[in-house]
């Protein structure tokens, strides 16, 4: 079975501090996202990355960069924490380049993350 | 960009009630449909997909959904819900040919026993 693992599950930062989310899949799935999940605004995507040091923006990649060294390692980077960057962040992934049938997304247990 | 639109955030029955949940999308091409369910504490978890064929699927604890084309909507329905389906419900669209899921807003169940 898929495995998504998000490295933490609760994280505390502190206003303008640099962060680092991480998300490792054990799959060889070319193709990871990072969504942030918010009360009453269901999941939204921030970036996703198709294949090694290839990364597209998605709905809100503002404020949010990342990273694909590795084909396992998914990062997203905060420069910069604000408040209105608490939220649950959630990583996924899938094999090959689109969704079919017997590929859905796989979802990581989620970070929760608050900046104070 | 498509969206997906679900209703009634807050939803709250009795233990045996029956559930629908609605859910439109905007595009109009060709798509594939998900029903995405969040348990307490839990990660997200597929509970049904549509991709082609029968418009009515049948998927996990009981739940079912209906793509109907012509009204852009793929409800879900459960006819007796128990306490243990308290949970976040989610509806995804993807548009064929690419991996990207847009998602809705959530509706948040409470099952009351």
Same mark, same amino acid.
């Given at each position: ?7 933490s599950?609760y994280l505390v930062k502190r206003t303008g501090e640099k962060v680092f989310l991480?998300?490792?899949?054990? &799959? ?6 990072w969504y942030r999940q918010d009360p =009453?605004l269901?999941l939204r995507l921030i970036y %996703?990355?198709?294949?090694?040091? &290839?990364?597209? /923006?998605g709905d809100i990649p503002e404020g949010y960069s990342v ?6 390692? %998914?990062s997203l980077i905060l420069e910069s924490a604000s408040t209105n960057q608490t939220s649950m962040y959630l990583c ?18 989620g970070t929760r993350l608050s900046i104070l | 960009?498509? *969206? ?17 949940? =609605?859910?439109?999308?905007? !595009? =109009?091409?060709?798509?594939?449909? %998900?029903? !995405? ?6 990660? @997200?978890?597929?509970? @049904? /997909? ?5 418009? @009515?699927?049948? =998927? ?10 012509? /009204? %852009? ?5 459960? $006819?007796?819900?128990?306490? *243990? ?10 548009? !064929? ?15 009351? $026993?």
């Amino acid at each position: 079975d898929v495995k998504v693992t998000q490295s933490s599950r609760y994280l505390v930062k502190r206003t303008g501090e640099k962060v680092f989310l991480e998300c490792v899949q054990d &799959m060889d799935h070319e193709n990871m996202f990072w969504y942030r999940q918010d009360p =009453g605004l269901g999941l939204r995507l921030i970036y %996703f990355s198709y294949d090694v040091k &290839m990364k597209e /923006k998605g709905d809100i990649p503002e404020g949010y960069s990342v990273s694909r060294e590795k084909k396992e390692r %998914f990062s997203l980077i905060l420069e910069s924490a604000s408040t209105n960057q608490t939220s649950m962040y959630l990583c996924a992934s899938i094999i090959g380049g689109v969704l079919n049938e017997n590929q859905p997304q796989h979802f990581g247990d989620g970070t929760r993350l608050s900046i104070l | 960009a498509q *969206s997906v639109s679900q209703h009634n955030h807050h939803v709250i029955l009795s233990e045996a009630a029956s559930l629908e949940l =609605g859910c439109n999308y905007s !595009y =109009g091409g060709t798509v594939n449909l %998900f029903w !995405y369910v969040q348990y307490p504490g839990q990660h @997200l978890q597929l509970l @049904l /997909k549509y991709f082609s064929g029968d418009p @009515l699927v049948k =998927g996990i604890k009981g739940f079912e959904a209906e793509f109907i084309k012509s /009204k %852009f909507s793929f409800n879900l329905r459960k $006819p007796s819900v128990q306490w *243990s389906d308290t949970a976040e419900y989610f509806c995804a669209v993807n548009v !064929y040919g690419n991996n990207r899921l847009a998602f809705g807003k959530g509706n948040q169940v409470v099952v009351i $026993p």
